[in-house]
Structures are given as C-alpha cells and as structure tokens.
C-alpha cells in the first residue's frame, strides 16, 4: 500500500515538473534537461519552504 502511494505522489511531481518544464519552454518548443532539472529545484524549494512555514492553528 505504502508502495502504491509512494507511486502516485511520484507520477503527481513528474507531472508537475513536466507542466511547469513546457510553460516555461512555449508553445513552440519542447523543454529540455536543464529546464527540467530547474523545476525540480524550484518545486523541492517550494516543498522545503511550505514544509518550514509556521502552521497556523485554530484556523479553518
């Protein structure tokens, strides 16, 4: 189970990586490695940050 899950948020990065990869390249080209390895940066960044942001309790 714990595999399975593990697969499905991989499959959700990889998509998102590959969205962000294609935006950033245009309609008219194609992304290439080092687009892809910079998205992956940024969205390990993003993960780091909102990991560290201070949670806010008591709210909904």
């Known amino acids: 189970m714990k595999a399975a899950i593990n697969l499905s948020l991989d499959t959700k990065i990889i998509h998102e990586i590959s969205e962000r990869a294609d935006a950033?390249?245009?309609p008219d080209h194609r992304p290439n490695v080092s687009m892809?390895?910079?998205e992956l940066v940024i969205l390990g960044l993003e993960?780091?940050?909102s990991a560290a942001a201070?949670?806010?309790e008591g709210t909904s």
Do not use: K, S
């Open 24 to 26: 950033r390249a245009g």
């Open 54 to 56: 201070p949670t806010q």
């Open 36 to 38: 892809i390895v910079e």
């Open 47 to 49: 993960a780091e940050r």
